[in-house]
């Protein structure tokens, strides 16, 4: 257990729904990230924050997706109007500036 | 970031070490080694980094060739439990640092009773 926790650890969805996803970071920890994985494949970087401040986005995160972290501490991702493609694992990891990311267990969607 | 090369597969016998080799020719001066590892349906967890130097801890030593092209990842005595995919990432580190982690497709290591 890294300290990261995520919520919930599984999902499944239709079609079209919107999903919302929160990651708690260790709690003295500034920088909070977002990953997406597919199988077989390694993490891809979505976006993260440095507070409450979203500094930077990934390609990948199409204008479906919205990430918040209003108060510095908890975030969370939502997903709109979802898509098969969107089934993926999305990770969540928190770090002190300058330090390593550590990683929460995940959350597994499924889009059916 | 500088593109890293990994085999895609490992076996390893349990007791014995286990050494993940990485290719890291572009690599830039400021630029460290991470490594992390996943096991399945777990999150990445964080192993060790280095600049130049090699580094140890409680998990694993890391071995860094002079010309940091290439690296080596140690687990003196593996277990089962270090049954994973192992991820070797280049990246700049500190106040100018970037934010992500670009984690390529890894090696996946089998340790064997």
């Known amino acids: 257990d890294t300290g990261v926790s995520q919520d919930p650890r599984h999902k499944i969805t239709k079609r079209g729904q919107n999903v919302t996803f929160r990651c708690d970071p260790i709690s003295e920890h500034n920088r909070l990230y977002w990953y997406r994985q597919t199988l077989g494949q390694g993490p891809e970087f979505l976006t993260y924050?440095?507070?409450?401040?979203?500094?930077?986005k990934s390609r990948l995160l199409s204008d479906r997706f919205s990430a918040e972290r209003p108060k510095g501490s908890f975030s969370t991702l939502e997903i709109q109007r979802t898509e098969q493609g969107d089934s993926a694992m999305y990770l969540c990891?928190?770090?002190?500036?300058?330090?390593?990311?550590?990683f929460g267990p995940g959350t597994r969607l499924t889009v059916t | 970031d500088a593109k890293t090369t990994q085999p895609p597969s490992m076996d390893c016998a349990e007791g014995r070490a286990a050494n993940l080799p990485c290719n890291h020719s572009t690599i830039s001066g400021n630029e460290y080694v991470y490594w992390y590892r996943q096991i399945h349906s777990q999150g990445p967890q964080y192993i060790i980094h280095g600049l130049k130097n090699n580094e140890t801890n409680e998990m694993a030593s890391l071995i860094i060739t002079e010309d940091r092209k290439s690296s080596t990842l140690i687990l003196p005595h593996a277990t089962l439990r270090d049954t994973a995919v192992y991820y070797c990432?280049?990246?700049?580190?500190?106040?100018?640092?970037?934010?992500?982690?670009?984690f390529g497709e890894g090696t996946q290591l089998t340790v064997n009773p």
């Open positions: 990432i280049v990246r700049v580190s500190g106040e100018t640092s970037g934010s992500r982690l670009t």
């Open positions: 990891a928190s770090s002190l500036s300058f330090g390593e990311q550590y």
């Open positions: 924050f440095q507070n409450e401040a979203q500094l930077e």
